[in-house]
């Protein structure tokens, strides 16, 4: 009997399944396995990329996309192996990935699920185990941390893994049914894991198991799907899982409390693990940090998107007559400058997108990220502030509430609307007059230039009154459709001749 069966489920992106497939055959693994390929209602070239790999890769091709639970089930439904690893086509196993997970079930005779480590392309941790967190919702323990870091380095049990990558034992999958086809790619894993251990079978994390992962690259964030996904998962184990994540920060010394006789006691939190939120009264460095590190994962799931769509167009290129697209078939790394290599990555995706377009039959549809467009539009405005401000001025800037958007070409910039503290109000004004009175009042507090970004032009549309108090009183000094526009708060006959620079 063979001693694993890998099931890829797969819907579309043909560039990825191929590089998916090369690796495992590549790594060569000790044990006896086969790999069924779970073709889910594919309409790019997955059919013509399975074929190159001949009866190396077994294909059930299903009619329609039910998604990954489906898909997952009808694969295991058709296969004979004692185990069951299940293995999405976004990830690049590495030698000795399967063996250590079949080693690690063998040793472990009451093991139901193992779980690998999968690392984005900059080897941090993408994921080392699931855990339970305070709001009741599963999340992926340390996604970020070096891949060598100790917290990461040895096996545990968990609650749950991914099934991204994670060995199953067919009689326990089969014993509850498979993966609940309710849950539409997103949480299906967690909650079979969670299902299996009301039944006493235990989840592991093997560390020695390697893989890199490109994560969530075919759906949003929080699509409509997923919310309902999230729902389900409420409404079942709500009130019956236990959060588990703070046993996990104490038990591995991130986080340390000390004791004395009476209370508050103290907190030692490793900055690798969290920031402190002070309030009102945070400090300008630990909104920083939390500035930082937003943007270093945005950035990594941007890396990995860009290498995601360069190798299904490296597919779509090689069946057809053109030369190769521009672009890179790896992921860049990232160095400290990360702002430069955000906008290089969207340069790259431009190219990308430009190429993919001239093949529309071939499913190659891309966009550019709206998030790294708005990293470059924050540049825009930077350089138009700094050619436009005075040094040293104090700018309103219709931020919605960005504190990206205050310091800008390093002017100080006040939030508008505000509230009496200085933070941003919550919402626009309710009609021109309390934007023009607002506006007149922070003026009067020393106010001096007025920007509207390019995602706050509409409010000279909607509001007619304050466009003709500004149009009436201030200057525009500058505008530019992609970046926005700024006004100068001096009255026309204060300006006198005073000249503006950068």
């Known amino acids: 009997m063979t001693s694993c069966s890998v099931v890829i489920p797969?819907?579309?992106?043909?560039?990825?399944?191929?590089?998916?497939?090369?690796?495992?055959?590549?790594?060569?693994?000790?044990?006896?396995?086969?790999?069924?390929?779970?073709?889910?209602?594919?309409?790019?070239?997955?059919?013509?990329?399975?074929?190159?790999?001949?009866?190396?890769?077994?294909?059930?091709?299903?009619?329609?996309?039910?998604?990954?639970?489906?898909?997952c089930n009808h694969g295991a439904a058709a296969v004979e192996g004692e185990n069951l690893l299940f293995l999405n086509n976004d990830t690049v196993p590495t030698a000795g990935w399967l063996d250590a997970l079949v080693d690690h079930a063998e040793r472990q005779p009451d093991l139901g699920v193992v779980g690998s480590k999968l690392l984005f392309a900059n080897d941090t941790i993408q994921h080392a185990g699931v855990v339970i967190c305070q709001d009741g919702l599963p999340r992926h323990l340390y996604a970020g941390l070096p891949a060598d870091h100790p917290a990461v380095s040895r096996p545990r049990r968990f609650q749950a893994v991914t099934a991204a990558c994670a060995l199953v034992r067919r009689e326990v999958f089969e014993q509850v049914g498979g993966f609940d086809t309710a849950y539409h790619n997103s949480l299906e894993d967690v909650d079979l894991c969670l299902r299996l251990g009301e039944l006493g079978w235990k989840v592991h994390y093997c560390p020695d198991s390697v893989l890199y992962h490109l994560e969530s690259l075919s759906r949003p964030r929080r699509s409509p799907t997923i919310e309902a996904s999230i729902r389900r998962f409420r409404h079942r184990w709500g009130g019956r899982v236990r959060a588990d994540d703070f046993d996990c920060y104490l038990q591995d010394g991130l986080l340390r409390p000390s004791y004395t006789d009476s209370y508050p006691f103290g907190l030692e939190v490793s900055a690798e693990l969290a920031f402190l939120d002070a309030g009102a009264r945070e400090a300008q460095t630990e909104r920083e940090l939390r500035r930082r590190s937003r943007q270093v994962v945005d950035l990594l799931k941007e890396t990995?998107?860009?290498?995601?769509?360069?190798?299904?167009?490296?597919?779509?290129?090689?069946?057809?007559?053109?030369?190769?697209?521009?672009?890179?078939?790896?992921?860049?790394?990232?160095?400290?400058?990360?702002?430069?290599?955000?906008?290089?990555?969207?340069?790259?995706?431009?190219?990308?997108?430009?190429?993919?377009?001239?093949?529309?039959?071939?499913?190659?549809?891309?966009?550019?990220?709206?998030?790294?467009?708005?990293?470059?539009?924050?540049?825009?405005?930077?350089?138009?502030?700094?050619?436009?401000?005075?040094?040293?001025?104090?700018?309103?800037?219709?931020?919605?509430?960005?504190d990206e958007l205050l310091g800008l070409a390093g002017r100080q910039g006040w939030h508008f609307p505000q509230t009496p503290d200085g933070t941003y109000a919550g919402h626009a004004p309710a009609e021109s007059g309390a934007a023009i009175r607002h506006l007149e009042e922070l003026r009067e507090q020393g106010a001096e230039y007025l920007l509207f970004p390019s995602t706050a032009l509409w409010w000279l549309e909607h509001y007619a009154g304050l466009r003709h108090h500004l149009k009436s009183n201030y200057p525009e000094i500058a505008r530019r459709d992609a970046a926005g526009a700024i006004f100068r708060l001096e009255t026309r006959g204060q300006q006198g001749g005073a000249q503006e620079g950068g």
């Open 10 to 71: 797969v819907h579309n992106r043909a560039g990825l399944t191929r590089k998916c497939l090369e690796a495992i055959l590549e790594t060569k693994p000790r044990v006896s396995f086969e790999i069924v390929v779970v073709d889910d209602g594919s309409t790019d070239s997955t059919q013509r990329v399975l074929a190159d790999f001949g009866p190396s890769v077994r294909v059930i091709s299903r009619g329609e996309c039910g998604g990954f639970s489906t898909a």
């Open 304 to 402: 990995a998107r860009l290498t995601a769509h360069v190798a299904d167009l490296e597919v779509v290129s090689a069946n057809r007559p053109a030369g190769p697209p521009t672009g890179s078939s790896g992921a860049p790394e990232l160095p400290a400058r990360a702002h430069e290599i955000e906008l290089a990555i969207l340069e790259l995706q431009e190219v990308v997108a430009d190429e993919a377009a001239q093949t529309p039959r071939e499913g190659a549809a891309f966009e550019a990220s709206s998030y790294l467009t708005y990293r470059r539009g924050l540049r825009d405005l930077d350089q138009m502030v700094s050619e436009s401000v005075r040094p040293g001025a104090t700018m309103l800037v219709v931020s919605r509430g960005d």
